[in-house]
């Protein structure tokens, strides 16, 4: 409630709340707004994944609807004509009184549900829910929605009330053929061209850049959760995860392993669970999605332990949890197994099941699993694969003991080569759900907007030029001279991009103001755009040669 993007609309809180009709007005607004927001929400996040429908559409639908309102304010009989010609009033005295009343309760109900749309993405916390916490869980998501839509609608109906009591002491302002009453209707319908063409996000935008009534911090602070529940701190675990164990260090606490949850399906293998394996193997989990950089960096050395390791009693089990809608796209996972040679299981953890029983938010990470079911090695991100292989060995050694093996695990590392990795430059995204836009421009969800060559470019700043349309998770070229430009500081850049609706795109490369090999974006991946021996400061400029290109985010090596 305390985002900028509220105080351009003040006046359809007030407005729709004040006048004749009947004294529920306020709560038949802010009711309709509550549901209105949780409804468009769960649709715009089946409509990311199902059916396409851009955020713009409804908003703009919204802005028609504040824009009719504000109509039927100024010319009064506009809506009683139009309540008319659709049946909600009849010839008879007696029917068009009931009528009226019908009448004010479905204007109030149309007022609060237009709103929907256009408060639910009014604050930072309303994005985390959308692009954190509903993926993660339908249910956990729905919960924080609904939290957040009433904490909303009961800051609006406190406003509403407190206008329609102000109003009640001044005789002349309820009048419904007044000027306060008709300068209202002027006003929805002001901030219904606003809405309409994007003004209103513009607006907020200006107010949070001049720190005029930035409270987003404030907001980032209430929402933040604490993720690692399944530390190998002793402290931070509970009774019902953790046990006592004296291997590994006497009587320090760890957690026991968590089931796979809610798979979506299972590459490499048929599908089964990490409980057949407990007391027979020792378990290497590794949290990956098949086009993160970071990820892929760590395969040669996963497809490695699997062929030393395997058939002494090593199993790996990749949970791939997506970070991106295409990822969870079985028919692409089983592409990038192959060709990376991963041969381990795969479990789609689509549904951030897994992903969300484990605590876990990084891409990638790796949990060592013991004979008895004890995550009794963590570790995040990329290196310290001797370590990690060391571990390994070390748990095998104690299952083959365990056993009745006389098997000697050789003690050698892997002979993979680990890659120097030096970068200033971090991962870039480009959909609205993790950035506000081009440094050189603004963005209006799901519309085309066309940039203008910017004079000057400064580091790790993304500029835009020509037509582009920014969605949920990608920006998508839209149409002849859509350019990017980028200046970044590393030995290499990668780009996740998909050739959208076509079979493929073409995309001309240019590099400190050279030209570079073409790249041909045939399916939805990680490409490598650029590479130096050295690290080094580069600018970019990537120029699709057809509408539809998407892009998702720059990564660095």
């Known amino acids: 409630m305390l985002a900028p993007c509220v105080l351009p609309l003040l006046p359809i809180i007030i407005g729709g709340s004040i006048g004749d009709g009947h004294k529920w007005r306020p709560y038949v607004i802010a009711g309709s707004l509550t549901v209105s927001v949780v409804v468009f929400t769960l649709l715009l996040k089946a409509s990311t994944l199902f059916i396409a429908v851009p955020e713009s559409v409804l908003k703009s639908i919204s802005a028609v609807i504040i824009i009719s309102l504000g109509v039927s304010s100024v010319f009064p009989s506009v809506w009683t004509k139009a309540m008319s010609l659709i049946g909600f009033q009849r010839k008879s005295e007696e029917a068009l009184q009931a009528a009226g009343e019908r009448t004010s309760v479905w204007r109030d109900i149309l007022v609060g549900s237009a709103l929907g749309p256009v408060f639910s993405s009014c604050s930072p916390t309303y994005f985390l829910i959308l692009a954190t916490v509903l993926p993660v869980s339908l249910a956990k998501g729905t919960v924080y929605l609904l939290t957040y839509a009433l904490g909303l609608a009961l800051m609006l109906l406190a406003i509403g009330l407190l206008g329609r009591k102000l109003v009640s002491k001044i005789a002349f302002l309820a009048d419904p053929n007044g000027f306060f009453r008709r300068g209202l209707g002027v006003l929805f319908i002001i901030v219904g061209v606003l809405i309409f063409f994007g003004i209103d996000k513009k607006i907020s935008t200006y107010i949070l850049d001049r720190g005029y009534f930035d409270v987003t911090k404030i907001e980032t602070i209430f929402f933040q959760e604490k993720h690692d529940s399944l530390s190998l701190d002793g402290a931070q675990c509970t009774d019902e995860f953790c046990t006592n164990t004296q291997k590994f260090g006497g009587g320090k606490q760890y957690a026991m392993y968590q089931e796979i949850a809610k798979p979506s399906g299972f590459v490499n293998s048929a599908p089964f669970t990490l409980k057949e394996s407990i007391g027979k193997e020792v378990i290497l989990l590794d949290f990956m999605t098949y086009s993160c950089i970071n990820c892929i960096r760590t395969f040669p050395y996963l497809k490695a332990w699997d062929e030393k390791y395997r058939a002494l009693g090593l199993k790996i089990v990749a949970i791939h949890t997506p970070e991106f809608a295409f990822e969870k796209k079985k028919e692409n996972v089983e592409e990038a197994m192959k060709k990376y040679g991963l041969t381990f299981p795969v479990v789609l953890d689509n549904d951030y099941g897994t992903w969300n029983a484990y605590g876990n938010r990084y891409w990638p990470r790796k949990y060592l699993i013991d004979l008895d079911g004890h995550i009794v090695y963590d570790h995040i991100g990329e290196g310290q694969y001797d370590e990690t292989e060391k571990k390994i060995q070390e748990l095998l050694q104690e299952r083959a003991e365990r056993l009745g093996q006389n098997i ?117 991946d990680l490409f490598t755009i650029g590479e130096d021996e050295t690290m080094g400061e580069h600018t970019i400029r990537l120029i699709p040669q057809t509408a539809g290109f998407r892009l998702f985010t720059f990564t660095f090596g």
Do not use: C
């Open 408 to 524: 000697d695990i050789t003690r050698g590392t892997v002979g993979v080569v680990e890659e120097n990795v030096r970068t200033e430059s971090k991962e870039t995204y480009f959909g609205y759900n993790r950035t506000l836009g081009p440094e050189n421009g603004s963005i209006d969800p799901g519309n085309v907007v066309v940039y203008t060559k910017p004079t000057r470019i400064e580091p790790n700043k993304v500029y835009l030029v020509g037509p582009w349309k920014t969605e949920a998770e990608y920006i998508e070229a839209a149409g002849p001279g859509a350019e990017v430009i980028f200046q970044y500081e590393a030995s290499k850049i990668f780009g996740v991009m998909s050739p959208g609706d076509k079979n493929s795109v073409q995309v001309l490369v240019e590099k400190d103001g050279k030209s570079m090999p073409l790249i041909t974006v045939s399916h939805e």
